[in-house]
């Protein structure tokens, strides 16, 4: 009976696990054989940020079914925060525990402000849900730019204008700096702790999903009004959702602050374009597929670079591959071929085989 | 003490009055049916019991307590499920999920337990799939368990939803229209099953159908609803023999 | 008082840029139930035939604004074509959008690879001698009066092809019921493109005038105000051509107050705000119909 069904769930996500495993293995080989030059290695990071990021929005998107195009709003407040947190304790406390809190610092800013928005953002439906989250994205992106944060012997002192307006004394240190950022943030981030958070945060979302709570929370998206009339606290888990969302994107915002040399609140670092590019991820991925978007993220971050060879037309090819990639994965009819021709899809299990 | 007590149900759209001065009342136990033309109500007499809609005059009593205007969740925790006209899956889900979301509030355990997979979790994902299955089991869908519930044939997604609904363990079931797109065995094979469940399961069921055959074969009771209001109601014998509702229904002449 | 009123005409003129792009959105929106995450990005091809036409070829400016409309035009009918068309019953409006991404990342790299990234000065529309019009004690761009007059005059012509025209009222059929306008003859697939070239070709329009008053040009010029007309859209309630009009317009004003009088860094996010407060108060739009779902 069930237990065929249970087995390949499980299955499934055991093979998504060992599919990390495996990968963070074989790079960790090559690294210490020496294959891998040094800007592939400068990806490492970034690539589990953004594979982490995948997770994150897959599970607003592709798992409650909201569409939110402002994700790269909370990754800028877990790095900020996370970053303004390692800047102050810099000196007093050793590097494992400092990191470690300032990762927890991120998820937890960040899932806070997730609540918050939440609240407003998911009496929303639709498009009008999405829109409001890119208005939050920009917002967040906006006010960050503004601010500034210097530190003296009388403590802290806070502006939304500029530097003079903070009164900061003479050894006074700057550490938000407005529209210059945070610079000088202790770098922790290694490609070890990118895998670790990377990982818990695919186990927290696929064990979520195969439960209980993943199962309201997909029946809010499959059907709304039977979910409520099953009794299911329909805004309960929507929240729920979203909140986690924002903690999973905190957590890879610190990964990625404690990666830089100087944290930057740009539009293309932190803008709607990023979020959009998170969507793209989870979209490619076969929306709801956790594997799918972590394969579309690592695919699509190595694209580029992949593409090096063809110079000035690298990123007119990545955007004709990613059209073509659409359109292949998503047209009925070639849909239809594939599944005819092929028992396994190339990647990610689509919609309907769930 | 009625399971279901209504009084003067009314809830206006605009300047339509969709639902005007509605009265009911349902036995523990029996098998009640609301019939009527189309755009006669009913449905929406079914949204207002549910929490849908908020009516704008009226008191509805479950076991005596007041359940008027309050939200479709907390109704169904009261003690109310339902099934719809248009039938609501989850279409992405298997049919054995289906009915596992509406043993959510009765199986509960924490999300630290399912993130963890600690021992509670594995227990109560055990009772639960126990459980659905039994549920299942008396529609004769447990050997389609794993199906996707969007591949399910029509009839069969129909009686899913019964299966789902009764998940959540109502004291009152309301089914809309279960047995539309049915052919003739299949309307038997469902007949049958509603009787089962009332008889083992202590079910009250209030039902809205057009099949006849249906209706007078195993509702014990009928209100008849036209433009909103009732026309009649009382023992289904009595009620189907009445010279009105045959008018309603094939108009006059 | 009088610079207050200059500010109000330039949020005006550009309001009534946002507004004509925000059509063109809400347009393809109500009618192939898309978002067109593209479309910012035919602004700037606007933008950048207009620029090749007038600064490069040295011809009149009438002559590049109308290769511009042409060339939106066709370019729109052809992105549709090949794009968007092979997704439309992918049962996922999700698919359809990532897809409208990756064409405006293409428009992008290829301007990218023919302009380059260093912006061009675009010469403005205007003649130099009439750059700014003077009246009394008061000096306005000759360029906002002009946006404003297209603007009014683009709705109005819209609002009497939609209303008075076959093709117009196939256009209404297609955005109510696509299915139920096939059957009664509509050709659907026409329909739509007719739909794109009409959007697109406004977005020609406003790429003109946007870059006639703010005459810098790169491959990103559309971006942003295509976001921002994309917010106006939904700002009026998304697939109402009047909604998108009053969105545009107040998403211009606001923009341009708040930068003279709030704070320049901080203008985006308080038009975004506003958005936010709109859109809780009135989770449709202004001019959105509120759709229960019928249970």
Redesign the interface.
């Known amino acids: 009976m069930n237990f065929k069904q249970m087995t390949k769930t499980s299955r499934d996500n055991l093979g998504t696990i060992a599919m990390l495993v495996v990968a963070f293995a074989v790079v960790q080989a090559l690294r210490a054989g020496g294959f891998v030059n040094s800007h592939m290695d400068g990806m490492l990071v970034p690539l589990c940020v953004y594979a982490t990021m995948a997770v994150s929005l897959n599970l607003v998107v592709g798992i409650l079914g909201e569409l939110s195009l402002g994700h790269a709003g909370f990754m800028c407040v877990g790095a900020f925060s996370s970053a303004f947190f390692s800047k102050c304790f810099e000196q007093s406390m050793g590097t494992f525990p400092r990191f470690l809190i300032a990762i927890l610092i991120g998820g937890l800013v960040a899932g806070v402000l997730g609540f918050l928005i939440g609240i407003p953002v998911l009496r929303l439906n639709g498009d009008y849900l999405a829109i409001v989250t890119l208005a939050f994205g920009e917002i967040i992106k906006n006010l960050v730019n503004v601010l500034y944060v210097g530190r003296d012997a009388a403590g802290l002192h806070i502006s939304m204008r500029d530097q003079a307006a903070l009164g900061l004394a003479e050894d006074g240190e700057m550490i938000i700096n407005g529209p210059q950022g945070i610079t000088g943030t202790p770098f922790n981030s290694t490609f070890t702790v990118g895998f670790v958070i990377l990982l818990v945060s695919t186990i927290v979302v696929l064990n979520l999903v195969n439960s209980r709570e993943g199962r309201a929370i997909m029946s809010i998206r499959d059907n709304r009004i039977a979910a409520g009339s099953l009794g299911i606290p329909v805004t309960r888990y929507k929240m729920f959702a979203f909140t986690l969302s924002a903690v999973i994107a905190g957590c890879a915002g610190a990964l990625y602050a404690h990666n830089l040399s100087s944290l930057i609140a740009t539009p293309a670092r932190f803008g709607y374009n990023m979020s959009i590019l998170f969507l793209v991820f989870v979209v490619l991925g076969g929306i709801g597929s956790t594997r799918g978007a972590i394969i579309a993220a690592i695919i699509l971050t190595l694209l580029p670079e992949v593409l090096r060879f063809m110079a000035d037309y690298r990123m007119l090819i990545y955007a004709v591959v990613l059209i073509v990639m659409m359109i292949v994965n998503w047209n009925p009819k070639s849909r239809a071929f594939i599944k005819a021709h092929s028992p396994k899809k190339w990647f990610g299990r689509g919609k309907e085989d769930r | 003490m009625a399971l279901l007590e209504i009084n003067n149900l009314s809830i206006q759209f605009g300047g339509l009055r969709a639902v005007d001065d509605f009265n009911l009342t349902v036995e523990q136990g029996e098998l009640y049916g609301l019939i009527g033309p189309n755009g006669a109500g009913k449905?929406t007499v079914f949204?207002l019991l549910?929490g849908?809609y908020k009516p704008t005059e009226g008191v509805i009593l479950l076991d005596g307590k007041d359940i008027t205007g309050k939200?479709?969740?907390e109704i169904?925790?009261a003690g109310v499920?339902?099934t719809?006209q248009?039938i609501?899956?989850?279409?992405?889900?298997?049919v054995?999920?289906n009915v596992?979301?509406?043993l959510?509030?009765r199986?509960?355990?924490s999300?630290v337990s399912?993130?963890?997979?600690l021992p509670s979790?594995y227990a109560?994902?055990k009772q639960?799939?126990e459980k659905?299955?039994e549920l299942l089991h008396v529609f004769d869908l447990?050997g389609e368990?794993?199906t996707?519930s969007s591949n399910l044939p029509y009839g069969k997604q129909r009686k899913l939803e019964i299966a789902?609904?009764m998940?959540?363990e109502p004291k009152l079931l309301l089914l809309d229209e279960p047995a539309a797109g049915m052919n003739p065995n299949e309307t038997e094979e469902l007949m049958e099953d509603i009787r089962y469940i009332r008889e083992n399961f202590g079910m009250t069921i209030l039902l809205i159908e057009h099949d006849m055959r249906l209706v007078s074969g195993i509702c014990e009771k009928l209100t008849v609803l036209n433009f909103g209001r009732i026309l009649t109601q009382g023992e289904t014998k009595e009620v189907l023999a009445d010279p009105e509702v045959i008018k309603a229904y094939l108009g006059d002449e | 008082m009088v610079s207050f009123l200059n500010y109000f005409i330039n949020g005006l003129s550009l309001g009534s840029i946002y507004a004509i792009i925000a059509i063109g959105y809400t347009m393809v929106y109500g009618i192939a139930k898309m978002l067109n995450f593209a479309h910012g990005d035919i602004i700037m091809v606007g933008a950048y035939i207009a620029f090749s036409v007038i600064t490069t070829a040295k011809l009149p400016a009438a002559v590049g604004v109308l290769a511009a409309i042409c060339g939106c035009m066709l370019l729109g009918i052809t992105i549709e074509k090949i794009a968007y068309k092979p997704l439309r019953h992918a049962g996922s409006s999700l698919a359809v959008l990532i897809t409208a991404i990756g064409v405006s990342y293409f428009l992008q790299n290829v301007a990218l690879l023919i302009f380059s990234s260093n912006p061009k000065m675009f010469t403005p529309i205007i003649p130099m001698s009439m750059m700014t019009i003077q009246l009394g004690s008061f000096r306005i761009q000759t360029i906002s009066l002009v946006s404003i007059a297209v603007g009014v005059v683009l709705v109005l012509l819209l609002q009497l092809f939609i209303n008075k025209t076959r093709p117009g009222q196939a256009m209404l059929a297609c955005a109510q019921d696509r299915g139920a306008a096939s059957l009664m003859g509509i050709s659907v697939n026409g329909t739509i493109s007719l739909t794109f070239a009409i959007g697109s070709a406004m977005a020609g329009i406003a790429g003109v005038l946007l870059c006639s008053a703010y005459p810098t040009l790169s491959p990103y010029t559309g971006a942003m105000p295509g976001i921002k007309a994309f917010v106006a859209a939904v700002f009026g309630g998304i697939g109402s051509i009047p909604g998108a009009m009053i969105g545009g317009l107040l998403l211009g004003i606001i923009e341009i107050l708040s930068k003279t009088y709030i704070s320049s860094q901080l203008s985006d996010a308080i038009v975004f705000a506003v958005l936010i407060v709109v859109l809780l108060v009135r989770p449709t739009g202004i001019m959105g119909k509120v759709v229960q779902e019928k249970v």
């Open positions: 449905t949204n549910t849908e939200s479709a969740i169904n925790r499920a339902r719809f248009n609501r899956l989850f279409k992405q889900q298997s054995l999920d596992k979301i509406g959510h509030n199986y509960p355990y999300a399912a993130v963890l997979r979790y109560t994902e639960m799939n659905a299955m447990d368990a794993n996707l789902r609904a998940a959540t």
